[in-house]
C-alpha cells in the first residue's frame, strides 16, 4: 500500500488530535527561556521553524512579537493560514527545507517546538542549524526541544498508539532501529456519507543525543545556554530535551 509523506492527511487533525498537550504552557516556558536571555519577544522580530500547523507561531503574536513562520510541509502551511486568520493575526508564512530555506530578514530569536530536529537526518543537522544562525541578528536567541533517546526507546519503539475520534481514527506503530524512527501512521477519516477513507504515512525521526546537538550548535556559531530536559526536568528521564542558545 502506497504511503504518504509525513502529514500529508495528519496535517488538518493535527492540533485536534493533540488536544492532550499543554500548548499554552510549552509556548510559555518557550517564551520565560527567551527572556532570561534579555529577549522578550514582544515587539521582536521572530521565526518558527518547522511551524507545522502554527501554534507557537500564533503564541508569539499574540505577544506582540512579528511573526514569520516556515515548514516544508504544504499542508500544514495551509491549516497555519486558515487558524491565522481565524484568529485575525498577522503572520507571514513560506515554504521551505530548514537547511536550505533562505530570507534576507534578520531575526530577534527563532523557535523549533515538537521535534523539529528529529526530523532532520544526521548528515543535515549541521547545514540546518548554519542556517538557522545565517536567519538570526547577532545575539539572536534559538530555543527548540527534540524527544529524547529514552522516549523513543521505552515510549516508540514496538509501541502502537491509537485515538478513536468520532471523525477520525488515528493508529501508529512504531519501530527503533539504532539512531533511527519510524512511525506508520495509519488514519481512518469519516466521509460526508459516513463512510471512512484510509490514508498511510511513513513518519520518519532521528535519535539524537543532548551532546551530539550541542557540539553541533557551536559549529554552527551559537553559544549554547541551555540543555536540558524540558521544564527543567532530570534529562536522564525527560520524555523531551531542551536547548536555549545565543548567536556568536
Known amino acids: 500500500m502506497k504511503k504518504d509523506f509525513a502529514y500529508a492527511h495528519l496535517a488538518p487533525w493535527y492540533e485536534y488530535l493533540s488536544d492532550d498537550c499543554d500548548y499554552e504552557n510549552w509556548s ?12 522578550d519577544p514582544a ?3 521572530g521565526i518558527d ?25 504544504a ?4 491549516v497555519a493560514e486558515e487558524k491565522t486568520r481565524e484568529e485575525g ?15 534576507f530578514e534578520k531575526y530577534d530569536f527563532a523557535c523549533a517546538a515538537n521535534d523539529l530536529f528529529n526530523y532532520v537526518p544526521k548528515n543535515r543537522l549541521l547545514p540546518a542549524l548554519k542556517n538557522a544562525a545565517r536567519l538570526l541578528k547577532k545575539g539572536g536567541a534559538f530555543v527548540f526541544d527534540i524527544s529524547s533517546k529514552r522516549k523513543f526507546f521505552t515510549k ?13 481514527t488515528y493508529l501508529s506503530f512504531g519501530n527503533v532501529e539504532n539512531d533511527v524512527a519510524t512511525l506508520d501512521v495509519t488514519l481512518f477519516i469519516r466521509r460526508k456519507d459516513g463512510a471512512f477513507d484510509r490514508f498511510d504515512e511513513v513518519h520518519t525521526q532521528y535519535i539524537y543525543e543532548k551532546e551530539e546537538i550541542a557540539c553541533a550548535l557551536s559549529a554552527a556559531g551559537f553559544d549554547p545556554v541551555i ?7 532530570d534529562e536522564n528521564t525527560a520524555d523531551r530535551l531542551c536547548f536555549l542558545a545565543v548567536k556568536k
Open 89 to 103: 493575526l498577522c503572520i507571514t508564512y513560506m515554504q521551505g527545507d530548514l537547511a536550505k530555506f533562505k530570507t
Open 156 to 168: 516508540i519503539r514496538g509501541k502502537v498508539s491509537a485515538d478513536d475520534r468520532e471523525d477520525i
Open 43 to 45: 515587539g521582536k522580530k
Open 28 to 39: 510559555q516556558y518557550f517564551v520565560n527561556l527567551l527572556k532570561s536571555v534579555s529577549c
Open 75 to 78: 499542508e500544514m502551511l495551509s
Open 227 to 233: 540543555a536540558t530536559g524540558m521544564y527543567g526536568e
Open 49 to 73: 521553524l518547522g511551524c507545522g500547523s502554527g501554534y507557537f507561531a500564533r503564541s508569539f503574536s499574540r505577544l506582540g512579537a512579528a511573526m514569520t513562520g516556515v515548514d516544508i510541509s
